[in-house]
Structure formats: structure tokens, C-alpha cells
């Protein structure tokens, strides 16, 4: 075994390098943010050879003095934190004074500044060796220009591990439009072997910013986005989540900033995708452009060496914030959002099933659906009361201080129109004010259904059932304890749990609608969440795959003839139900032809 000695200042900067420079989208990313927090607006980002050869940075920040520039190049000096406190309360998108150092220590680096107080710009080069670097006058306009040529020319093994130049390259070009996303306010250009590949100038008002993000994520994803915002608890987020419709098939287009610092965060995620539980199809991933704005004291971004992770003080609080102000705004996928007022019906105007039994809505007796575990399939017995003139009447009655309705459809026209007829006894066919709907209506009425169900359940709370005999569940002392600490979280879901001993728990009790479910798979599932987010929605899922299953066999099914009067309830009822744009399973409830695509498909107007 060697001795134990000091290792020499090179090779702590090249070991240093291997956490923070890890390929050259690592240096554009340290010096973008270096350009960030010198309160630059303008970064221009130059690349030769996918970085390899030369990566450029320039920007029109504050720039650096002369007596200063050799000691950026020196390990954890930075400018940015000088106590704990500082840290704790960090705004910055670097703090540890390793970025510069740690590239210059496998590259040949120039680095060029002018401050706004000074006469002249000044220069400084470093390439891994200790010299002593000694700053020369250079001309500069105000700001920094740092120049990182031939990287790793002096660890060959480490360039062995880089990729061909459209990959890496690719991966820069990745990078930019993400930082280009979190900050809206600093125009960005991007070259790669003197061909622009990105200009985006700052935004300022809303619109420029949507015309950032159809640059940088296509026009198809703000068509198909929400614009959401939500503040409560000093917690505030705002951002773009898209219609479940718009879903992926790879989590490709998920971009989450806190504090405008970007991060990848399993809560972030967990809480996002339970919002879209109940919208989005098997397999398929979310597409959002969200922002999180927090007091800096209640995160730790130090906790990772490229510090994309963060860990937030109250990990529970932000999950459920996120899950309910994204829940809240998806129900809204409704057609149109329509309002009630605006498209009332008459009552008991409503398309109504087998499932519902009273004029109020409801589709069973509370006393029933709190413990009911099967949906069997009923004959269908539709009641519709009113015509579309119904509709109309209502609309003026609701409204007497306006003018009488134009007998025009096209300016009466609810959302969703009227229905014109029924295609192979699977299509709704109606006619609004754009053109041609389309609805599927098992998975529409199937939807309807089933938020009247979970309306219902939630009316009425969780029923346990005890179980005949107590189900043991062997665990670890942790997991016990977390029983324990929790037992007012387990009961809330309808679980009785009690300790058997230091690492056994028995269950004594589950959610009736669940009655012949795993028990144990229940408990280790539900253990498992609140170990990781603090809280569990393990039940609730179980309990809507039952109300789904309920509704889908309590739905109208294919091949059933309905009449003009059912189908145009069933469209407004469409219109009043939350997330109505989307099945039990996440498919698509209706679609929209417009004038312009049918014309299109006859040619007319060429």
C-alpha cells in the first residue's frame, strides 16, 4: 500500500473536473450560468467541432477587474457566497467557485473581461498548469468573453469517452433551449461551425414568450397547452402544462425550474403525473414548461455536484401544492370550459343512465356506492325531457336583460353544437359554430359516469370493512415506526393497521369498495409512498380503478341507437363534466373538424 501524501493542485482541478466537466455541454452549462449571474441580457454561445475544438462564450454582464480575473481561475474563489447564511439563502446558479478552475484544468482557457468602471478590458489564459497567471490588456466592449479551447488535450483517456460531434453538439443545442425556457428575460444565440442554430431575442411581454416557446418546443405544444398559475402557502407556480391529448411517448418534453434554476426531481414528478392520473393513456408521458418560485431558505440546491437535484425542507407541502393546483386545472378539460349559465340545462335535462336513480344526479344510493365492489352491467333507461329549443328557452330565461337570441345557429351555438345523427351506432355526429364534432359516446358517457361516481364516493367518505381475520404483514422496525407515526394518514384511507411487534404490523380493516383486494400489497404499497413523498394516493387509486371499471360497465355501449334528444344531452352533459375531453383511460371523448379541414378534404376553394 502507498503512503498517504498530498495530492499536487493539477490533479485535485482534473479529479475536481470529472464531477462538473463531464463532456462539453457541461462547460457551455457552467458558463451560461457564470453569464446569468453576472446580470447579463444578451449570451452568444459559439462552437466548433461539437465543442471539442472551441466553445465560446460572451456575454454583456457586469464584468470582472483586473485584479480579480486570475484569481476566477483560482479553486473556490467566487464572489457569490461568502458565510453560511448565504449559502442557505442562495438566489445565484453557481456558488462554489469550481467551475472555471476545474475547466481550465483540462483545457487551454482565455478568459476575457471588461467592468463597467474600467477603462480597458483585460485578459487572462490558463491550460491546467500552475503558472502563475499574470492578467494583459485586451480590447473588450463591457462584459466577459471566455474561450475553452482543446478540451481534455491533456487527459486523453476522458476524450476517449466523447461522442461524435452531432451528439454532443446535440447535446449543447439541448442545453441552451433549456436555459433559454428559464429565462425569458436574456436573449440567446447560438453557433456551431459559423452557422446560427438559435436566435432568440429577450421577452419581455407575454406574447414574445409564447413566441419563444413554439420556437423552442414547436407551435403544436402551446396549441395544445394550458396556461396555468397558482400561489398559496408562499409557494407560487406558473408555466405550461399540455392537454393529456398532446401526451408523449417519452418523457422528452417535461421542463421544471425552481427558482429558475432547472432540476429533475422524483417529487416534481410524482406529483405531476398523479395529476394526470385519471387523463392520460397507459404508457404515455406528460408534456409540461413549468415554474416554481419559493422562498430560497426552504430548498437546498447544494446537494448534487451539477446540482440538478434540489431537496426542499417541506417535500410534502410542495408535492401537494403541485398535484392540487395541476388536478384543478386539468378538470377543466372540458369542451370548451363552458359555462353553466351559458349552456344550462333545463332540469332533469340531463343524459342519464341505468346508474342514476334520483333527479338530483346521483347515480346510486350513497349507502350502496360506499360499499359497493362490482359494477354490474344494467339495461339503459334514458330520460330526456327537453329539445334543443328547450336549451334556448332557458338561455333567455336565465338572461332577461339581454336581446332575444338570433334564430342564427352559428351564434347560439353551445360548445359542442347540436347533434345532426349517429354514425354506426358508435359516433355522435353535431355541428357547432367551427365545423363537424365527433364523439365517442361510450367514452364520453363513460367519463360522465364516472366523475359523477367519484362525486358520490367523495360525498359520502371511505367505509372500511373489517376483515374476518387480520392480515400480518412482516416489515422492517422502520416501516413500523412509520405505521405508527402515520396512523392517522392510514385510517384517513380506510386502513386499520396496529403493531404486532418491532417488525410486524397486522391490518384489521381496508376500504370496503376494495373488499377481496391484497391487503398486504396495499400496506407496503401505501408504506412506501409516505417514506418517499410524505403522503400516499395508493387507495384512492385502487378505489377509482373500481369506480372506473363501474362506469365503463355502466356506460352506453357500441351499436346503441339513440335518439336527436339523448345525444344532445349527452353533449351537455359533456360540457358541465370536468376532464370531458378524455375517457376513463385517458383516450380522447370527441374531436373538432373544422370548416377549413373538410373544405380541404374536397378541394374546394383551389
Known sequence: ????????????????????????????????????????????IDVEQGGVKLMRVRDNGVGVVDDELALALSRHATSKVSTLEDLEAIQSMGFRGEALPSISSVSRLKMTSRNQESESAWEVSGD????????????????????????????????????????????????????????????????????????????????????????????????????????????????????????????????????????????????????????????????YLLFLELDPRKVDVNVHPTKHEVRFRDGRLVHDFLFRGLHSALAETRPQTADESDVAAPAGGAFTGSLDSSASGSLQSRESIAGASTGAQHSMDWRVAERPSSYRAAFQAQKPSAAPLPQSEDETLPPLGYALGQLQGVYVLAQNHDGLVLVDMHAAHERITYERFKQTYHDVGITRQPLLVPVTVRVSSREADLAEDQSSILESVGLEVSRLGADALAVRAIPAILQGADAERLLRDVLSDLAEFGESSRIKEEIDKVLATMACHGSVRANRRLTLDEMNALLRDMERTERADQCNHGRPTWVQLSMTELDKLFLRGR
Not at 16 to 38: F, Q, W, Y
Not at 270 to 287: E, N, T
Open 1 to 44: 500500500m502507498h503512503n498517504i501524501q498530498q495530492l499536487p493542485p493539477q490533479l485535485v482541478n482534473q479529479i475536481a473536473a470529472g464531477e462538473v466537466v463531464e463532456r462539453p455541454a457541461s462547460v457551455v452549462k457552467e458558463l451560461i450560468e457564470n453569464s446569468l449571474d453576472a446580470g447579463a441580457n444578451r449570451i452568444e
Open 128 to 287: 491546467g498548469s500552475e503558472t502563475e497567471m499574470t492578467p494583459r490588456p485586451a480590447a473588450h466592449p463591457q462584459g466577459t468573453t471566455v474561450e475553452v479551447r482543446d478540451l481534455f488535450f491533456n487527459t486523453p483517456a476522458r476524450r476517449k469517452f466523447l461522442r461524435a460531434e452531432k451528439t454532443e453538439f446535440g447535446h449543447i443545442e439541448t442545453l441552451v433551449r433549456r436555459l433559454a425556457l428559464a429565462r425569458f428575460d436574456v436573449g440567446f444565440s447560438l453557433r456551431h461551425n459559423r452557422r446560427q442554430i438559435l436566435s432568440l431575442p429577450p421577452c419581455t411581454q407575454q406574447i414574445d414568450r409564447e413566441r419563444r416557446i413554439a420556437d423552442l418546443l414547436g407551435a403544436v405544444f402551446l396549441e395544445n397547452a394550458l396556461y396555468v398559475e397558482h400561489e398559496a402557502v408562499g409557494l407560487k407556480f406558473f408555466g405550461w402544462v399540455a392537454r393529456p391529448t398532446f401526451s408523449r411517448s417519452q418523457a422528452d418534453m417535461q421542463f421544471f425550474y425552481v427558482n429558475q434554476r432547472m432540476v429533475r426531481d422524483r417529487l416534481v414528478t410524482h406529483a405531476v403525473r398523479q395529476a394526470y392520473q385519471d387523463v392520460l393513456y397507459h404508457g404515455r408521458h406528460p408534456a
